[in-house]
């Protein structure tokens, strides 16, 4: 049986990322694909002299040309710019969604049974336009958000209670974005909810808040210490998660940008909820109850995705 092949497009900082790892987890071969003729290539050389040195067999190849993604099971999708200081994720706007036009065409041209990962900003409107654009069946392609924005909020939480990360849960739903809705309630530590653990005295809502705060700035945090891009380690490794549960059928629950349609009163639209991935893509997506406060949240975060959708159709007409 051949290995699964892993497309990623986009071989810049998050992409050489995706393939380390993915080399690393021996996931499958990869293919590393961007336009800046070289990149790919040499990043492809450089990890697979990596392997005899770690132990891990698998085939990278780097390419210009779309028709190498040609069988590709996963693809990964980072094309376009990353956020500079001061910069919000919504004002890459119009540059990525041309990217996601060539990218979501290549891809329904060579891997039109891919299962279809985006990450490129901003995510919640890319990932819908990467969809309208290569016309993958919805529950193929979904977005990388709630991964990461969850991890840095478990990260944070860990911190505070000084305790392994493996015994913290966390839930972070909506658009990914200033919006975005860290779920309290929802997350735990050993099991024990965070309202809970302010009620026994463990941290108070004060230093709650604080994290709370500090996890929807967690972008804005490293691209104002990095000053020349944005997060890469942390982003890749979410994203190889989800791979790794559709290639491997895990049925993970995991929160991610999903098609979401009838669930939470959405028709047709792309945010961030938890849903389960497996072999057939996103299987399903959890419909959580949420409280007027969290409802107030999320229908804020909606909103900001529908207005990104709305300019979305603007700057181009073929997405009306
Ligand atoms: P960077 O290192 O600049 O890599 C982007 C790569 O895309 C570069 O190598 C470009 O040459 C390449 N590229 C540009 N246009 C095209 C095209 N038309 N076709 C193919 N390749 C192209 O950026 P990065 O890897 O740091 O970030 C990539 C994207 O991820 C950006 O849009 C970031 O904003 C986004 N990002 C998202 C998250 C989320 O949590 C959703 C987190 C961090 C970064």
């Known amino acids: 049986m051949s290995r699964p092949k892993i497309a990623l497009i986009g071989a810049g900082q998050i992409g050489g990322t995706l393939a380390h790892l993915a080399g690393l987890k021996e996931l499958g071969d990869v293919v590393l694909f961007?336009?800046?003729?070289?990149?790919?290539?040499?990043?492809?050389?450089?990890?697979?002299?990596?392997?005899?040195?770690?132990?891990?067999?698998?085939?990278?190849a780097g390419t210009t040309d779309y028709a190498d993604l040609a069988g590709a099971d996963v693809c990964i999708v980072t094309a376009g710019v990353?956020?500079?200081?001061?910069?919000?994720?919504?004002?890459?706007?119009?540059?990525?969604?041309?990217?996601m036009k060539a990218v979501g065409e290549?891809?329904?041209?060579?891997?039109?049974?891919?299962?279809?990962?985006?990450?490129?900003?901003?995510?919640?409107?890319?990932?819908?336009?990467?969809?309208?654009?290569?016309?993958?069946?919805?529950?193929?392609?979904?977005?990388?958000?709630?991964?990461?924005?969850?991890?840095?909020?478990?990260?944070?939480?860990?911190?505070?209670?000084?305790?392994s990360v493996k015994d913290v849960n966390a839930f972070v739903l909506g658009g990914h974005g200033d919006t975005m809705v860290p779920l309290a309630r929802y997350s735990t530590v050993g099991g024990i909810p965070l309202p809970d653990l302010v009620k026994m005295g463990w941290t108070t809502q004060d230093k709650l808040d604080t994290i709370i705060q500090r996890t929807r700035d967690g972008g804005a945090e490293i691209v104002g210490l990095l000053?020349?891009?944005?997060?890469?380690?942390?982003?890749?490794?979410s994203a190889i998660e989800m791979a790794e549960a559709y290639l491997k059928d895990q049925k993970r629950v995991l929160p991610c940008a999903a098609h979401v349609e009838g669930a939470y009163g959405?028709?047709?639209?792309?945010?961030?909820v938890p849903t389960v991935i497996g072999a057939s893509g996103v299987e399903k997506v959890i419909e959580i109850k949420f409280d007027k406060d969290e409802q107030t949240m999320f229908d804020n975060s909606v909103k900001a995705v529908k207005g990104l959708v709305a300019a979305c159709k603007e700057i181009d007409g073929s997405l009306a």
């Open 266 to 272: 959405l028709d047709g639209f792309y945010v961030g």
């Open 106 to 163: 290549g891809i329904a041209e060579h891997a039109p049974n891919a299962f279809v990962i985006c990450i490129t900003n901003p995510l919640d409107a890319m990932v819908w336009a990467l969809r309208e654009f290569s016309g993958l069946p919805k529950n193929m392609v979904c977005g990388m958000a709630g991964v990461l924005d969850s991890a840095r909020f478990r990260y944070f939480l860990a911190e505070e209670f000084k305790v």
């Open 227 to 237: 000053k020349t891009g944005s997060a890469f380690y942390a982003p890749a490794a």
């Open 82 to 99: 990353p956020r500079k200081p001061g910069m919000s994720r919504d004002d890459l706007l119009g540059i990525n969604l041309k990217v």
């Open 34 to 60: 961007d336009i800046a003729d070289g990149t790919p290539q040499g990043k492809a050389l450089d990890i697979a002299e990596s392997s005899p040195v770690d132990g891990f067999d698998a085939a990278f």
